[in-house]
């Protein structure tokens, strides 16, 4: 919060003002937590800030419920909502566990409330959610879907036709059914209000003359992200009647252009002289990246992620140029050259990720990345606070020199492929490594740790990681203590995710109320049984506490019950709003 | 060269059964899991003066590789590919790329697959990539299966045209067949949806399904269908 503000809220004196003015300094909080702090000062503020919420974020949607929420911010326009647990993402979470759209839409529309965005991940959503979206807020302008599924175009089409005044609708890695029909027909003539289009994850053909001409008559056309389907000749040509972009995702091209296509191309590509980000590229051919040189010194926003074919040399030779690139996401086919050299040309990097080109490693693939690349970026890179890097190994040698490099981590992820895989000079664990990151980055939020690691590198994570929230572990630690370390020192820690590490009934009974500071808990393969959970849940009626079978279809029979098992999946959260009702039969909530 | 790093080589040797219960522990004795089954008898964790470490690491990650049919644990596969939700990289990306790798090999390798048909007594296979489009595959179906599908209809409508969903669809409730396919995700899905390539590229079998299985596939084309055909019998 802003000084002056703060100093002007001692109650005593705010008591005087009415209360439009209070509500009017209130305007200038923006950030959730500092609303929720203010709404806790006395009944008269907290009835000020509620009725003056226009946003809120829902970090685990089975906290609350849709009626709870609407009746305490009656004027909510702009809602944020999280499904499923992180680890969805890997396929540790059932398809059905849950984080269904629809009970929110249908409240909201009952309550009349005015949504003009939402924004939501890893839930799912149903096309009936989506149409009844669509003719319920009449002023909805802003639909960001992450990591959802469980629609299909035909839901985007309601979209497109109902919603008058839509400007975003940002559609990223997203599961959807595409019925190749023609949704980007459905939007209507007089649709011009368009800033944000991101379809980049149909995987099916798209209509490019429905495609251009809703560009063409959207001059607020900021961003623009299309999907595999959308072939050079038509990319030029929405380029060229949309120069003002800002944000480009490209499509998939990997056939060599004949020269006058690639002249036009080039032609469109440097009147976008606003353009400051990049992405797409499912696949490249080199050449027709060479089409991006014009404009790749002004870009701040690069990502080639997902370009799996295209050699080291060719990304290195792009990405040297692009020297004001602050956020910047490649393949580990860059290898560690090409790291040192993004260290000595990107200056202003700040958030960097490398992604496996070869996950399972399964053409024994030696460009990958080391701890020599993650080295000379934090050497090179002064600004960089946000790391996600897989590689092959890594040192303690390594990790404490980028430590001394980069105090500043924010966010630190490392992921060394193979599980459990020791410093492969020392042949010691990484605690020490992991141990310097922790003691040097003051403000780290994030943290994954990876590699073989004891329990004495959560005894550091526990003592240093002050400002930690979110903690990833997978397959690392001896006994109970190095889970209580985290549980007891990480005073700030919201959400612990934990797989295949030796952590049981002792650790997750220790200190019960500490989860109620938490938004989650995840552990998986552990060793904690159905007994401990079954404890737990009686001493914590606040928390939900989830057991996730591995028998997806059948339900835990009652008397083969044994408090001894081992429980394979253990997903726990706090919630006012008790147990939920929509749980599918391979999950029993205790 | 290999030799010369000192190691036991013969402990490297692909051991057909399980290798019990006499595995050096690690420093981090009383991990289970993944680490129990990959080190087996390396001994690599437990000596940290060995500078041999990091080459003795590339016969690892070979044996590594030979080692997968002999798991310690056969609940869990020693292979790395095999962990679930490991390396941490979102579906979608795994997705992703995968497709993009397998399409530039695609041109070299087959894509046979299984293909079954209810009541039948044994399977047949095919090679997707001997056809360029869903009329061949009809047709080449029609032709592997016709001596099951004259029996029960006295033979009138010959060959059947599988392909032809409307068709299909119109006798649903009857014994003809319906075309399915189990797709990369896992999932059943009904052939003819997606364009010819992308159907070669994630089609893992392919089942004749009867009719009245057929009922939960598709169940919205279903309907149409049966709408239609309601319709068409007028």
């Known amino acids: 919060m802003n000084r002056a503000i703060k100093s002007r809220l001692s109650t005593s004196e705010m008591n005087y003002f009415p209360d439009e003015v209070i509500e009017h300094i209130f305007d200038f909080i923006a950030s959730h937590r500092d609303r929720n702090s203010i709404s806790l000062v006395n009944k008269s503020w907290h009835k000020i800030e509620r009725y003056s919420r226009h946003q809120v974020f829902i970090g685990n949607c089975y906290a609350i419920s849709p009626e709870r929420l609407i009746r305490r911010f009656p004027c909510l326009r702009s809602l944020t909502l999280k499904g499923k647990p992180h680890f969805a993402d890997f396929n540790l979470v059932p398809h059905e566990w849950g ?421 989650s808990l995840w552990m998986s393969s552990c060793e904690v049984t159905l007994g401990g959970c079954k404890r737990l849940a009686r001493n914590a009626p606040w928390l939900n506490v989830e057991i996730i079978n591995e028998n997806e279809s059948g339900r835990m029979e009652r008397n083969e019950e044994d408090e001894r098992e081992k429980v394979d999946r253990l997903y726990l959260y706090r919630t006012v709003v008790g147990t939920r009702r929509d749980a599918p039969p391979c999950v029993t909530i205790l | 060269m290999m030799g010369s790093v000192g190691l036991n080589l013969r402990e490297t040797e692909l051991c057909l059964g399980l290798t019990g219960g006499d595995t050096a522990s690690p420093v981090t004795g009383t991990k289970r899991g993944f680490s129990e089954t990959v080190d087996l008898k390396l001994n690599l964790n437990s000596e940290p003066e060995s500078k041999e470490g990091s080459k003795s690491h590339d016969v690892v990650s070979a044996v590594f590789k030979e080692k997968s049919s002999c798991p310690k644990d056969p609940t869990k596969p020693l292979a790395k590919a095999q962990v679930v939700g490991w390396p941490p990289v979102r579906s979608y990306r795994k997705n992703v790329m995968g497709s993009c790798q397998k399409s530039s090999s695609s041109a070299e390798t087959a894509a046979f697959v299984k293909v079954s048909m209810d009541g039948a007594p044994y399977l047949r296979k095919v090679d997707l990539k001997m056809y360029k489009s869903y009329d061949e595959l009809s047709d080449a179906l029609s032709n592997m299966f016709s001596s099951f599908t004259m029996g029960n209809n006295g033979g009138e409508e010959g060959m059947i045209d599988f392909m032809n969903e409307r068709k299909v669809m119109d006798t649903v409730s009857s014994w003809d067949y319906v075309p399915s396919y189990e797709d990369k995700d896992g999932d059943w899905m009904l052939v003819g949806d997606v364009p010819w390539p992308m159907f070669v590229d994630t089609c893992k079998r392919l089942r004749l399904m009867k009719g009245s299985d057929a009922i939960g596939l598709a169940p919205r084309a279903m309907e149409k269908c049966k709408s239609t055909s309601l319709k068409l019998k007028d």
């Open chain 1, 99 to 519: 984080g269904f759209l629809h009970p929110w839409i249908d409240a909201l529309a009952k309550g009349r409330v005015g949504l003009e965005e939402l924004r939501l991940k890893r839930m799912v959503v149903s096309d009936e959610s989506l149409e009844l979206l669509s003719r319920s807020f009449v002023s909805f302008k802003s639909l960001v879907l992450v990591s959802c599924d469980g629609f299909t175009t035909d839901g985007l089409a309601s979209v497109a036709a109902n919603c008058r005044h839509l400007r975003e609708l940002d559609l990223q890695e997203n599961e959807i059914d595409d019925h190749r029909g023609q949704w980007l027909n459905c939007f209507p003539d007089t649709c011009t209000t368009l800033v944000s289009l991101n379809f980049a994850c149909l995987k099916g053909e798209t209509n490019l003359a429905a495609l251009e001409r809703l560009v063409a008559r959207s001059p607020n056309l900021k961003s623009l992200k299309v999907n595999r389907a959308v072939p050079l000749e038509a990319l030029t040509r929405l380029m060229s009647c949309a120069p003002q972009l800002v944000d480009l995702g490209v499509g998939c091209y990997e056939n060599e252009p004949e020269p006058e296509s690639f002249a036009k191309l080039m032609a469109a590509i440097k009147k976008c002289t606003l353009l400051r980000s990049l992405s797409g590229f499912s696949e490249v051919a080199p050449v027709c990246l060479t089409a991006f040189y014009p404009i790749c010194e002004n870009l701040t926003s690069l990502n080639l992620s997902y370009a799996a074919e295209l050699q080291g040399n060719h990304l290195i030779e792009f990405v040297q140029f692009c020297k004001r690139v602050q956020r910047l996401w490649i393949l580990d086919s860059i290898g560690d050259k090409g790291l040192e050299i993004v260290a000595s040309s990107c200056k202003e990097l700040q958030e960097l990720r490398v992604f496996p080109s070869d996950p399972h490693d399964e053409e024994d693939n030696n460009t990958a990345v080391t701890e020599v690349g993650l080295v000379a970026i934090s050497a090179g890179c002064p600004k960089l606070h946000s790391i996600l890097y897989f590689c092959k190994q890594m040192t303690n040698e390594a990790l404490i020199t980028v430590a001394r490099n980069c105090p500043n981590f924010i966010r630190f992820r490392l992921c060394i492929l193979e599980p459990n895989k020791p410093d492969p000079i020392t042949s010691q664990s990484l605690d020490e490594g992991f141990g310097a990151i922790v003691q040097a980055c003051k403000g780290l939020r994030r943290l994954s740790v990876s590699g073989l690691l004891t329990d004495k590198v959560f005894l550091y994570i526990g003592m240093y990681a002050e400002q930690l929230e979110m903690l990833s572990i997978a397959f690392a630690g001896d006994t109970d203590k190095g889970m209580l370390y985290v549980l007891n020192g990480c005073k700030k820690l919201r959400k612990l995710e934990i797989r295949d590490s030796p952590f049981g009934n002792a650790a997750l009974l220790a200190d019960v109320g500490k989860y109620e500071t938490m938004r």
